[in-house]
């Protein structure tokens, strides 16, 4: 191995004297450098190889090329470079190689090595890159369209893209993205044949045998491509996907107005349908002969007519369709509308009453989900409507009593709109709600009755919780309440909290760590009373928390009033009642506090 490592370091020489030579480097530079290759030439050479070692000695040499194009550029020396960065390309490859041949299922490894080439132009490797790595992955359809994309953006090679997405399409004929980047490509294809044909024209030059068909200059064989997919792949969604696609290219009209009219016909009842045709209300352009809007004001109302034929469309589709999914696209439309920004008063009172005539007609329906009731009344709220906000709340929670959520966005509308009911709509959610999911209604009413400056009913709310939930559930309770008590009435009233719940368990490390820090704060901080605390913890998690031990011990060496006599005990104590990996973490913890180095 060491024969092995100093030969690969000797064949750096030529190229670190020409960096010395041209002064790019100095000579201390090249001995770190030699140094530093020399450490990481031993490490991708042993026998137990680690795939660390192999991304360091890559990251390193990386480093060092864009170095050197630093220090060029600042000098302004262009030269030699076959003779500097080309071996330095080449042994990062072969270390790539390496890499990828040993964890061949590695796919970052892999998009690294070819990110790697394609920024340093070998594009030569390139090709055999991808062609190993389809091999080895040819169950992953994304690495099929990066290697097809390449061979259509870098290579310029439309026929090579093009026998890759067949391939492709071999191992997996019914993925929807293979298809519709397959169509991207054919399309795009047809756009350059188009470009070079007007150049030709401009230039009056006799293209002879590069004359192409007009079937194919206006995107025959995406148009071939499009109807197999769809008799593959049976659905609006993608037949949608398609349709972007083709909008993205003016030349493809014809292919366009196709693919529209037979999302109609074959997907009439899908809900994706609907949406896409309605929106489409929204981006029809102007007639040719009608003149522009100019003004604000008619702009605005330009706008409003749009969107009154979207929902006219909509109110259609949930005619036809009057499915969830259908009233769901709606309200996620009028919503959309209503977040857009405008300084039309008009326009936005028209958005908010087409906002609420939707939802009531949903609403009546049954046919809205939760998530939609807590969105609206949300944005409501933000807008600071709190009438109509409190109102989709209200109807949200007769409809889903059980949802802690829900209740949660009503009792936020209350406290925004400082209502008298509050006590009575907690007292009513936890009527219908299981214990255990109550807790962020309890520190709802906690903090809007601590903001209220109401502390007997927040100490009272905060006993409730901690007695109402069960289990686990009232740990963040018990937290929250000594912080409280400790805001509100200082220590002693801290203190007393603490003493009222110390038996109540479970706890949290954070319980009784809260309790240490208030005792800190003290100017008068007592030694026995940590002493008590740190105690209390370690009877709760002395078997699992090896940090409680360490500042144990550091509290016993640091206080004033502390016992460093003690810390051998702790440290014997901690070893017999820690367990698992505790035991390792604590040792070493111990063993770099010792050395001063924690």
């Not at 072969?94 to 796919?107: E, G």
């Not at 790697?116 to 132009?121: D, G, I, L, T, V």
């Not at 927040?458 to 686990?472: D, N, Q, S, V």
Request: with cysteine; aromatic share 10%.
């Amino acid at each position: 191995m060491a024969e092995i490592t100093q030969e690969r370091v000797e064949d750096r020489l030529p190229e670190l004297e020409q960096l010395e030579r041209t002064g790019l480097f100095s000579e201390a530079e090249i001995r770190a450098i030699i140094r530093k290759s020399l450490e990481l030439e031993y490490r991708i050479q042993r026998r137990s190889l680690l795939k660390d070692d192999f991304i360091r000695y890559v990251q390193y040499e990386i480093n060092l090329l864009e170095l050197i194009q630093k220090r060029r550029t600042r000098v302004g020396y262009t030269f030699k470079q076959d003779e500097i960065e080309d071996p330095i390309i080449r042994r990062i490859q072969s270390v790539f190689r390496r890499a990828a041949t040993k964890w061949k299922d590695d796919v970052p490894l892999w998009l690294s090595f070819i990110a790697f080439c394609r920024k340093w132009a070998a594009n030569v490797q390139l090709s055999k890159i991808f062609s190993s790595l389809l091999a080895i992955h040819s169950n992953k359809p994304g690495l099929w369209i990066l290697a097809a994309k390449w061979e259509l953006e870098d290579c310029f090679s439309s026929e090579s893209a093009r026998q890759l997405f067949l391939r492709a399409l071999r191992f997996h004929p019914r993925c929807p993205k293979l298809h519709e980047e397959y169509f991207r490509m054919e399309l795009m294809h047809a756009e350059k044949l188009r470009k070079e044909k007007q150049e030709f024209e401009k230039a009056n030059m006799d293209v002879g045998n590069l004359e192409h068909a007009e079937e194919i200059l206006s995107g025959g064989l995406a148009r071939i491509i499009y109807k197999n997919s769809i008799s593959v792949i049976k659905s609006a969604k993608f037949h949608v996907s398609l349709l972007s696609v083709a909008q993205l290219f003016n030349f493809a009209k014809d292919l366009q107005r196709e693919i529209y009219d037979d999302l109609k016909a074959l997907h009439t009842d899908d809900p994706v349908t609907w949406d896409f045709v309605a929106r489409q209300e929204l981006v029809i352009e102007s007639q040719p002969g009608e003149e522009l809007p100019t003004t604000k004001q008619a702009k605005a109302k330009e706008m409003g007519c749009r969107e009154e034929r979207c929902c006219a469309v909509y109110e259609e589709a949930v005619k036809t369709v009057p499915t969830e999914a259908m009233w769901k696209c709606y309200m996620k439309f009028c919503m959309e509308r209503f977040t857009k920004k405008t300084s039309s008063r008009l326009l936005r009172k028209k958005r908010l009453q087409r906002t609420m005539v939707a939802f009531w007609k949903a609403h009546e329906l049954k046919l809205l989900p939760e998530l939609q009731y807590r969105q609206l009344s949300k944005l409501l709220l933000h807008r600071q409507l709190l009438k109509e906000s409190l109102q989709v709340a209200d109807a949200g929670v007769k409809l889903f009593r059980k949802s802690v959520e829900m209740w949660q966005v009503k009792l936020e509308v209350l406290i925004s709109s400082e209502s008298q009911e509050m006590t009575r709509v907690f007292n009513q959610a936890f009527e219908y709600l299981k214990p255990q999911i109550c807790l962020p209604l309890w520190l709802t009413w906690a903090r809007w009755s601590e903001d209220a400056g109401k502390q007997e009913d927040t100490e009272m709310i905060y006993k409730r919780a901690i007695y109402g939930l069960p289990g686990a559930g009232s740990v963040p309770a018990k937290e929250l309440y000594l912080d409280w008590a400790y805001r509100s009435g200082g220590y002693k009233k801290a203190t007393d909290v603490f003493k009222s719940l110390q038996e109540n368990r479970p706890f949290s490390v954070d319980f009784f760590r809260k309790m240490i820090q208030f005792e800190k704060e003290q100017e008068s901080c007592k030694m026995e009373n940590l002493r008590e605390y740190y105690e209390r913890a370690l009877r709760e998690f002395g078997t699992v928390d090896s940090d409680l031990w360490m500042d144990y011990i550091k509290e016993e060496l640091n206080h004033p009033l502390g016992r460093p006599e003690n810390c051998g005990q702790l440290y014997w104590r901690a070893m017999k009642m820690l367990q698992g990996e505790s035991v390792e973490e604590f040792i070493s913890k111990h063993a770099l506090h010792q050395a001063g180095h924690l």
